[in-house]
């Protein structure tokens, strides 16, 4: 066993390579540029025609999205800024903190897209037995632009999964329970 393992059994520091930084950061980044277009794409999604005019702030699923998206882009970037910044070795304090604020992130970011998800089925589609008819028939274009946006955020919330599982096999594997 190295100084590095004993280090990180002893529950002091725990050393990363740097090829484990660079993911981790290449991860964060990605989550972050797709949070950000998912969040321009809704912010950009409005419609005026005939029927009326339809923003996503008329939406409440849709101005949770965007700010969901919007939280998970500054923390994309500030954890990338402190992965790639931290001093080499790093305490078992900052693994907790990352551990919990990636799973913070993980789920605001999936229950944002899930309700988002049933708000554009329940556009395209509408609910028959109380009479909703599908709303996408007269404001198309911003059905899909929603759609689009909702996809971004669900592929964000699959890449703050594997930062979940990655924190969580650095915390669990590498330093002793409490």
Known sequence: MDKTDQTAIDGSALELNRTEKTVEAVLRVASMALSITGLVIMIKNSISNDFGSLSYSNLGAFMYLVSANGGCAA????????????????????????????????????????????????????????????????????????????????????????????????????????
């Open 75 to 178: 923390y994309s970037l500030l954890s990338a800024l402190a992965i790639l910044a931290l001093p080499c070795p790093i305490s078992k304090v900052q693994v907790r903190t990352l551990f919990l604020l990636d799973q913070v992130v993980t789920y605001v970011v999936l229950a944002a897209g899930a309700v988002s998800a049933e708000t554009v089925y329940l556009a395209y589609y509408g609910n028959i037995p109380i009479t909703w008819s599908s709303a996408c028939d007269s404001y198309g274009i911003f059905c899909h632009k929603a759609l689009i946006s909702v996809v971004f955020t669900f592929v964000v919330s699959l890449l703050y999964m594997l930062l979940s599982l990655i924190s969580s096999y650095r915390l669990f594997s590498r330093f002793e329970a409490p």
